[in-house]
């Protein structure tokens, strides 16, 4: 069973940069699929951030592409994001996960999520 | 970027009751259609992918239809596990897009 879990960073300040790891296990993750990130906002709706695949082929929401960068680490089977210049409206829940697919991806893997706040 | 807007925003239901969800895209998005369950501390659950196909594992008590621009998810008999926050999520195009989420609450 393919299983994903995020690393918690703390509490971030803005204009800072907010760094997560998610360390997957049960699936080599060179092997294939897009390995992403998604948000949740306190009391909003989810967010696609972006996406990567092991050749090095990523995706990334256009409302947040000038500021975001996700990496993956195949010897330690870990995905990467990066958020950059963060403000508040930056904290929410953020959720790894497997992308299943090009055409009609559905996300079929999931990290349980962490909350990180951006606070000075 | 596709609008997904989801009805209703909330329910209050019984165990045993039938429960339906309404998901409706800005554009024709064909059948590219997936249906998510998310409960606070839990990994996001995918029930059904391409508007109707049932995921391994997933109780039949849910389904899904639609096409197009219209879907529906329909839970023929709730049960305690079920109250929880659905979200329909569009992919056909980039960026894949969210609906706003249904809180479904006990009664």
């Known amino acids: 069973q393919v299983q994903l879990q995020e690393s918690s960073p703390g509490l971030v300040k803005p204009s800072e940069t907010l760094s997560l790891t998610c360390t997957v296990s049960g699936y080599s993750i060179k092997n294939g699929f897009y390995w992403g990130w998604i948000r949740q906002p306190p009391g909003k709706g989810l967010e696609l951030i972006g996406s990567?695949?092991?050749?090095?082929?990523?995706y990334y929401n256009p409302s947040l592409k000038s500021r975001v960068a996700i990496s993956m680490a195949t010897s330690s089977n870990q995905i990467s994001l990066q958020l950059q210049s963060v403000t508040a409206a930056d904290t929410a829940v953020y959720y790894c996960?497997?992308?299943?697919?090009?055409?009609?991806?559905?996300?079929?893997?999931w990290g349980q999520g962490i909350l990180v706040p951006v606070s000075s | 970027d596709i609008q997904m807007t989801q009805s209703p925003a909330s329910l209050s239901a019984s165990v045993g009751d039938r429960v339906t969800i309404t998901c409706r895209s800005s554009q024709y998005i064909s059948t590219f259609l997936n249906w998510y369950k998310l409960k606070p501390g839990e990994a996001p659950n995918l029930l059904i992918s391409a508007a109707s196909n049932l995921q391994p594992g997933v109780s039949s008590r849910f389904g899904g239809s639609g096409s197009g621009t219209e879907f529906t998810l329909t839970i023929t008999s709730l049960q305690p596990e079920d109250f929880a926050t659905y979200y329909c999520q569009q992919a056909y195009s980039n960026p894949l897009t969210f609906g706003g989420g249904t809180k479904v609450d006990i009664k």
């Open positions: 990567v695949y092991y050749t090095g082929s990523s």
């Open positions: 996960a497997r992308l299943h697919g090009i055409m009609g991806t559905k996300i079929d893997f």
